[in-house]
């Protein structure tokens, strides 16, 4: 029995079946933290599969050279910095007040009748250096706002912004899911900032702006009563704030995203070994284009503004505490991944899937929506998913673009079907005054068409790139 299940193709694919079964198992009806659950499962098929413990956690000698340590490390070398320095860049832009900036301005350049577009393009850009959930916790006061002196639905103003924050979030660096998902993959951030804009922005414009319009309209919900208290706390604070101007916010936000590009387009367009090549190359490693853009941050929109070095510190220190679990789940999943590649699980797996016939950005995107909907967790559904198809592509020989759209593909799976097992949900629902049924009704919808427009976006493009 142990060697049919170690050595054969049936044994293996019931290794993977039970492996999946047990984690979503763990996550779901034991309420296991995902990162503990990984690296358990992930310890469990590599004992079941036969792995020398040697492989698995190395000796007293060669610690280092662990499948334990590799996996964890090697992801994490890769995208901790990443992440950290993302979550600091938009704390910073948060507590300078700008994104109050950034959405007033757009609210008095489109008028009021525009105002649901303007929230939605705030939602966008300013979704590029913030998390989701940060960006509902500051923006939601100007949604109320917009609502009650308009007098319409809340859903039309909600709705364009949080389509413009959960793309940017599934989609574009630095959020967790695409970093960690490129480098499983190996793939270099400007490919994946290239190609989230491209699948991002029509996801946006045909969720956020096209079906939010259309249910707004259908669906009144008015502002919830408690929540002006709060929004006109913040109206009130605005006047003795001592605010950035638009073009800092903007220009900020900006900087990493076009070092980064540059870094990228650098190595295509410029002679190797040339000085030149090297100066790009070095500013557009993401790591230090985002070093640039947080000390720009600190000095424009901190100590400028007068933030002393005390507060600063402990902006940053409160900022980066909850990106700690965020790392340890991608780390997990790395080992996770590596696991699977290092027992022939992840081979026997991704051969099985591609005899189904169907495309590997369809088999990544069909997997990663099964990780969703079953647990929840959008990252969760992104490293697990990565790094089940991972070995589908290593001998396939892909170019960077096409593996940046498969990360896509498989970002998208990971926001479909949003429900009660899901944190964001929740955070939608209460803020905006939604209940259940009216929450499945909006940000439910919302999210599965983000989810597919993004999809057909990728596998769009996969056909000519």
């Known amino acids: 029995m142990i060697d049919w299940l170690q050595h054969s193709t049936g044994g293996l694919l019931t290794l993977s079946a039970v492996s999946i ?7 779901i009806r034991w309420k296991v933290e995902p990162f503990i659950a990984l690296l ?54 948060e507590a300078s007040g700008g994104a109050e900036v950034l959405t007033r301005s757009l609210l008095k350049a489109f008028g009021e009748n525009r105002a649901p577009l303007a929230m939605g393009l705030a939602g966008l850009i300013f979704g590029v250096p913030v998390f989701f959930d940060i960006g509902i916790f500051v923006l939601a006061p100007l949604v109320y706002v917009a609502a009650k002196r308009s007098g319409r639905s809340i859903v039309l103003y909600a709705m364009p912004l949080l389509a413009g924050l959960s793309v940017m979030h599934a989609f574009m660096p630095p959020h967790p899911g695409p970093v960690a998902a490129a480098g499983l993959l190996g793939v270099e951030l400007g490919w994946i900032i290239i190609m989230a ?14 079906f939010s319009a259309w249910m707004g309209k259908r669906l009144h919900v008015p502002v919830p009563e408690e929540m002006l208290a709060a929004a006109e706390k913040l109206r009130g604070e605005e006047s003795s704030r001592n605010e950035p101007p638009l073009s800092q916010v ?11 590009l ?20 070095f500013l557009g490693t993401p790591a230090v284009a985002l070093t640039i853009a947080v000390l720009l941050a600190f000095w424009l929109l901190g100590y400028r503004r007068g933030m002393t070095r005390e507060q ?91 593996l940046a759209l498969l990360v896509m593909s498989i970002a998208a799976g990971s926001i479909i079907a949003s429900h ?3 944190g964001g949900f929740w955070i939608v629902s209460r803020y905006f005054g939604l209940s259940v049924k009216e929450t499945l009704q909006t940000w439910t919808v919302l999210e599965t068409i983000l989810s597919v427009v993004g999809f057909v976006m990728a596998a769009l493009l996969s056909l000519v790139v």
Request: net charge neutral.
């Open 312 to 402: 600063v510190t402990e902006l940053s220190g409160a900022s980066l505490r909850p990106v700690a679990m965020i790392l340890l789940v991608v780390g997990a999943g790395g080992f996770f991944g590596a696991v699977l590649a290092a027992t022939g699980v992840g081979k026997v797996l991704a051969s099985s899937l591609a005899d189904l016939g169907l495309p590997v950005i369809a088999l990544a995107y069909v997997i990663s929506c099964g990780m969703r909907i079953a647990q929840g967790s959008a990252t969760v559904a992104i490293v697990t998913t990565t790094g089940i198809v991972a070995p589908l592509v290593a001998d396939i020989g892909y170019s960077q673009p096409q």
């Open 197 to 210: 804009l491209a699948v991002a922005i029509p996801a946006w414009f045909i969720g956020g702006v096209l």
């Open 250 to 260: 903007l220009g900020i936000i900006a900087v990493p995203l076009v070092l980064i």
């Open 262 to 281: 540059a870094g990228t387009f650098g190595s295509i367009l410029l002679p190797k070994g040339s000085v030149t090549l090297g100066v790009f190359a």
């Open 420 to 422: 009660v097992n899901d």
């Open 21 to 27: 079964a047990l984690l979503l198992a763990m996550i």
């Open 40 to 93: 358990i499962v992930g310890l469990l098929v590599a004992v079941a599969a036969g792995l020398p413990v040697e492989t698995l956690v190395g000796s007293a000698q060669k610690a280092s050279d662990s499948l334990l340590e590799k996996g964890f490390g090697g992801i994490l070398g890769h995208v901790a910095a990443i992440i950290g320095l993302g979550t600091l860049l938009g704390a910073i832009l």
